[in-house]
């Protein structure tokens, strides 16, 4: 008996000793494993710093970049073109807009051009076939449409990208809804395109549906169209969409859209016509999330819509080709402007039909609350060089010009107060500009971006 104890101790003593020695090589095993996820976590910790930090950092570092992978970036420009498919065998771009973002500068830009735009050789033998939307449609090659966007502007724009109607619908529905003020009600119907647009004003959620009828509005069926102050029928309809695009972008870039990245880039592979690699696009992605809607350049093409008379009883739009060189210098090229000695590099002005942000007040302001005050200008006379007068007056006396553009003509100066400023403040922009009636619309639909529009007509002259 006493052996067998004794056995059995001896025998328990190797086993504990064993299971000792297991666990001993468990912890030697564990602390190499700590230290390599140490060691890998500082390693990518360190190239997160080198890129940046942050998530565009971390997102740069899981792609593989490293530091000078951005700097040898540049600037990306497609021309994105909205194909409306609702009638067979037609494919109109009603959308043609040239989209650019710098990930060094953080800056981007959406031109429109107005999809009447003449194309052809001879204004007064116009055809509908000149119209820059008809291009595609007539000849199914999209590097068509690339060339005359260039040839308009001058720019030299190698990518292009075709978003359908269903693409659209898809792409919203899958970040969205969209935060959007309505500028004004739109109730249209077209049954030959099963197309029923019917928006009521003001800000709202927009999902996928209401986005196509947002997008491709124009006018109402009793034949109203945007305000005055906000730019009617096509030039409304191009702000409209300039503007939707950037509260898309807006929210598309939010921290908690990122984890839906792969549904929207397997949505455009789905969907879009693009000779753009989708490998250049996961380049970009890294820093696209850095950017912030505050540094977009919108405008669109300037330019004149001549009477019918004029042009063979055919609707176009003639674009300028002295104000398109300056607004192409201004949005792209704005070294040049520099070296011209016309801007300083921080405040851009606007020719044409432009809706541009700046965030550079007047140094000559003479009281801060003049500086708080947004005011947007409208040119609504066929003289470009009036906008630059009125921009100029307001400037000189504090206040903050942060957008210009272009309206349709009107006899009359309109004074449009958006949120209620004060009755001597309206009165005192009116004295700067001699002439003008004032109105009140902050009850209304219109974007509230700006305190004051002031709407410049001929009596201005």
């Known amino acids: 008996m006493s052996n067998n104890k004794t056995n059995k101790s001896q025998k328990g003593k190797k086993g ?24 890998a976590g500082g390693v990518f910790a360190y190239r997160v710093y080198r890129n940046g930090w942050g998530l565009s950092g971390m997102l740069a570092t ?6 000078n992978t951005r700097k040898s970036l540049g600037e990306l420009q497609v021309l994105l073109m909205g194909v409306s498919t609702d009638q067979e065998g037609v494919a109109l771009t009603d959308t043609i807009m040239v989209v650019s973002y710098n990930p060094n500068t953080q800056k981007a830009v959406l031109l429109s051009i107005p999809r009447d735009t003449f194309t052809g050789k001879n204004v007064k033998r116009a055809v509908a076939s000149d119209k820059i939307n008809a291009i595609y449609n007539l000849t199914r090659d999209p590097m068509e449409t690339v060339d005359a966007v260039n ?45 029923h647009i019917h928006l009521k004003a003001g800000v709202q959620q927009i999902d996928g549906e209401k986005a196509e009828e947002l997008l491709r509005f124009r006018k109402n069926n009793n034949g109203t169209s945007f305000p005055s102050e906000y730019g009617d029928n096509d030039i409304g309809r191009m702000r409209n969409q300039r503007e939707f695009i950037t509260a898309v972008v807006e929210q598309t870039v939010k921290l908690e859209n990122i984890t839906k990245l792969g549904s929207i880039i397997d949505i455009a592979s789905r969907n879009l016509i693009t000779n753009l690699d989708f490998s250049v696009l996961k380049d970009y992605l890294p820093y696209a999330v850095e950017f912030s809607t505050e540094n977009l350049q919108t405008a669109s093409l300037p330019g004149t819509v001549p009477d019918l008379s004029q042009t063979n009883n055919v609707s176009i739009f003639v674009a300028d080709e002295e104000e398109t060189e300056q607004l192409i210098k201004e949005l792209f090229y704005p070294e040049q402007l520099t070296e011209e000695g016309t801007t300083d590099g921080n405040t851009t002005n606007t020719t044409g039909n432009t809706t541009t942000s700046s965030n550079t007040t007047s140094s000559s302001s003479s009281s801060t609350s003049k500086s708080d005050i947004k005011i947007e200008v ?3 006379t066929s003289n470009s060089r009036t906008l630059q007068e009125v921009v100029n007056k307001l400037k000189e006396e504090g206040y903050n010009v942060s957008r210009t553009g272009t309206t349709t003509s009107t006899s009359k100066t309109v004074i449009a107060n958006k949120t209620g400023v004060t009755t001597s403040t309206m009165n005192d922009i ?27 007509g001929k009596d201005y002259e």
Do not use: C, F, R
């Open 62 to 67: 899981v792609v593989g970049h490293d530091e």
């Open 151 to 195: 040839e308009l502007t001058g720019l030299d724009l190698q990518y292009y990208a075709i978003v359908q109607t269903e693409a659209l619908i898809e792409l919203v529905d899958a970040i969205g809804p969209i935060e959007y003020n309505v500028p004004i009600d739109m109730n249209y119907d077209d049954p030959t395109q099963d197309l």
């Open 16 to 39: 504990n000793q064993k299971t000792k020695k297991k666990m001993k090589v468990w912890k030697k095993v564990l602390l190499v494993i700590l230290l390599i996820l140490l060691i």
């Open 430 to 456: 009116q004295d700067i500009l001699g002439t003008g009636t004032i109105s009140d619309s902050s009850s209304g639909g219109t974007s509230s971006k700006v305190d004051v529009t002031v709407i410049i």
């Open 378 to 380: 409208l040119n609504g």
